[in-house]
């Protein structure tokens, strides 16, 4: 049905795949391969066709409607409770410390593209699905900083013989991060007072 309506709507506006192609930043051969349903069109590509037509991206679903609502994405590291997940963090040295960081930066990339296709389906900031998602996404960037925060820290110790602090709790990290932050705040707010 997406690549149907995807050829109505280039049909209807004159123009040929390689127009298309070209006003949208994508390739002919990805237009055709929607068109004749021998691919399915991911949602930063229909966001592009949508933006190069002129239309909303529900325009490429059969009922004129919007695109189906995604399925929730599986984030167990992000579900697990405080204590676990901070149990899990304390575990690691500087190999698995990275290993878990690259798990979390995967459910983090899920969560934002499952957010972008929440929105792309209409639904709205009242609604508790984009509510719940928008928590998750907020914890997975708590655990993803911390985690990397970690890593880096036991690789510079390992690497380089240095002795940071390194810590156990992600609100250990995320603490001293949003303490930094704020410094810095004040301190670009006090620099434009005297530049002004």
Same mark, same amino acid.
């Given at each position: 049905?997406?690549?149907?309506?995807? #050829?109505?709507? +280039?049909?209807?506006?004159?123009?040929? $795949? @390689?127009?298309?192609?070209?006003?949208?930043?994508?390739?002919? $051969?990805?237009?055709?391969?929607?068109?004749?349903?021998? #691919?399915?069109? +991911?949602?930063?590509?229909?966001?592009?066709?949508? !933006?190069?037509? !002129?239309?909303? /991206?529900?325009?490429?679903?059969?009922?004129?409607?919007?695109?189906?609502?995604?399925? +929730?994405?599986?984030?167990?590291?992000? =579900?697990?409770?405080?204590?676990?997940? @901070?149990?899990?963090?304390?575990?690691?040295?500087?190999?698995?410390?990275?290993?878990?960081?690259?798990?979390?930066?995967?459910?983090?990339?899920?969560?934002?593209?499952?957010?972008?296709?929440?929105?792309?389906?209409?639904?709205? !900031? @009242? @609604?508790?699905?984009?509510?719940?998602?928008? #928590?998750?996404? !907020?914890?997975?960037?708590?655990? *993803?900083?911390?985690?990397?925060?970690?890593?880096?820290?036991? &690789? *510079?110790?390992?690497?380089?013989? +240095?002795?940071?602090? /390194?810590? =156990?709790?992600?609100?250990?990290?995320?603490? &001293?991060?949003?303490? /930094?932050?704020?410094?810095?705040?004040?301190?670009?707010?006090?620099? #434009?007072?005297?530049?002004?």
């Amino acid at each position: 049905m997406v690549g149907d309506n995807l #050829r109505r709507l +280039r049909k209807e506006r004159g123009l040929k $795949q @390689d127009e298309l192609a070209k006003a949208a930043r994508s390739s002919q $051969q990805t237009i055709s391969e929607i068109e004749n349903g021998h #691919r399915g069109a +991911r949602t930063g590509t229909l966001e592009k066709l949508a !933006g190069a037509l !002129g239309v909303p /991206v529900g325009a490429f679903f059969a009922d004129g409607g919007k695109p189906p609502v995604p399925p +929730r994405p599986r984030t167990p590291l992000t =579900d697990e409770p405080h204590a676990a997940f @901070d149990e899990r963090f304390a575990a690691t040295d500087a190999a698995s410390a990275d290993a878990l960081r690259k798990r979390v930066d995967v459910e983090f990339g899920a969560l934002q593209e499952y957010i972008r296709r929440l929105k792309a389906a209409g639904i709205g !900031g @009242d @609604d508790l699905r984009l509510k719940q998602a928008q #928590r998750r996404l !907020g914890e997975a960037k708590r655990r *993803l900083h911390a985690v990397t925060s970690r890593a880096t820290d036991l &690789a *510079l110790n390992a690497e380089f013989g +240095r002795a940071r602090e /390194v810590h =156990d709790t992600v609100a250990a990290y995320v603490g &001293a991060a949003q303490e /930094v932050a704020e410094m810095l705040a004040a301190e670009n707010t006090e620099a #434009r007072a005297g530049v002004i």
